[in-house]
């Protein structure tokens, strides 16, 4: 851990926490979920770099030791994608140069795709590896810019994009803990009860389980919690106090908004292939898998209409933090996928 480097970076004008280790071309970005952070990869990092990558996690804007964005409820996935894009720029992980025509559409960014230069410009790329929310700007940057991208390693979540049939509330309780944190004030209400040590130790545990967390009528999602109950046996007492002292400093106000209240905003993305090489690593044990739809959707093939080249691994034992509770095998399945898609 000791090696692993820390600086700020300044992207689109907010100076982003930046963690990295290792050095040479090949090049591999880390996008933590919630509530994580770039801690979260710690495993993850150093056998990267020990297998001769240059292995990069950050903190998203708005999260742990990153810079706030000025209007935290205005931001949406969008957001995440062009920092992810512009921390390559900052780092020196591209080539000048017109980016080519791609066989997608965004709203906002069409302007960037008219007069297209046909000359052949060149890009160093990256792996990109999502976890939970972290999966969203992985596939995005992956369809909307692939010629930044040499493939796409997702944990705990499938190809979705943000939208209204992201996350389909309406099939699950009104308890649900997404449609809980998606109400404003409430998951504040909820969480100021406690200090920032106390809720990633509540969240890490209920969220460690099988079952999808929900609710009663009279309850908030952090009484769900039982105070007896200890933390998984992969996550110390030192790892909370690392996350602890990082939400101390960011807080949950951005947090909530990405990706808990953008998670149902579409995006503006149309017509979107993942043409990357991309493999889902999903725990077994993972309350993910709980989600309406998202069983099928993983074991049918259907993901494969938008993201052909896909390869799928199960862990009969894994949780949704399946890169924290089994690291060396999920760090095997990373290496191996890395070893086979480099040039």
């Not at 512009?86 to 000048?96: A, F, P, R, T, V």
């Not at 898998?289 to 390869?311: C, N, Q, W």
Request: charged share 20%; proline share 7%.
């Amino acid at each position: 851990m000791e090696k692993i480097q820390h600086s700020h970076v300044e992207v689109r004008g907010l100076k982003l926490h930046v963690a990295q280790i290792g050095s040479g071309d090949k090049v591999v970005v880390f996008l933590h979920g919630f509530p994580e952070i770039w801690y979260t990869w710690r495993h993850q990092l150093i056998a990267v770099a020990n297998a001769g990558y240059r292995a990069i996690a950050f903190d998203f804007r708005g999260y742990g030791l990153s810079d706030q964005p000025p209007e935290p409820e205005k931001a949406n996935f969008n957001d995440l994608v062009d920092d992810v894009v512009g921390l390559l720029d900052s780092l020196g992980i591209n080539k000048s140069g017109i980016k080519p025509m791609v066989s997608c559409h965004h709203q906002e960014w069409n302007a960037i795709w008219v007069n297209i230069d046909t000359t052949d410009h060149t890009y160093q790329l990256a792996f990109l590896i999502g976890k939970d929310f972290g999966a969203f700007p992985a596939y995005m940057v992956a369809a909307v810019h692939p010629e930044r991208v040499s493939g796409v390693l997702t944990l705990g979540v499938p190809f979705m994009l943000p939208g209204p049939s992201a996350v389909q509330n309406h099939l699950l309780p009104q308890g649900f803990y997404v449609t809980r944190w998606q109400e404003p004030g409430r998951a504040e209400a909820d969480f100021g009860r406690f200090d920032a040590k106390a809720v990633v130790r509540i969240i890490y545990t209920l969220f460690s389980g099988s079952e999808v967390p929900v609710a009663a009528e009279d309850q908030e999602i952090m009484d769900l919690f039982d105070p007896s109950t200890p933390l998984p046996p992969w996550f110390s007492e030192e790892d909370l106090s690392v996350y602890a002292s990082l939400y101390e400093k960011s807080g949950f106000r951005f947090a909530l908004q990405v990706p808990y209240r953008t998670l149902n905003v579409d995006g503006g993305i149309t017509e979107l292939i993942v043409k990357a090489p991309t493999l889902l690593i999903m725990g077994e044990k993972d309350y993910v898998r709980k989600f309406p739809g998202t069983e099928d959707y993983i074991r049918s093939g259907a993901m494969k209409h938008v993201v052909p080249d896909l390869e799928i691994i199960f862990m009969p034992e894994g949780t949704h933090f399946v890169q924290e509770q089994l690291p060396d095998q999920v760090n095997e399945f990373i290496i191996t996928f890395l070893g086979k898609h480099s040039a």
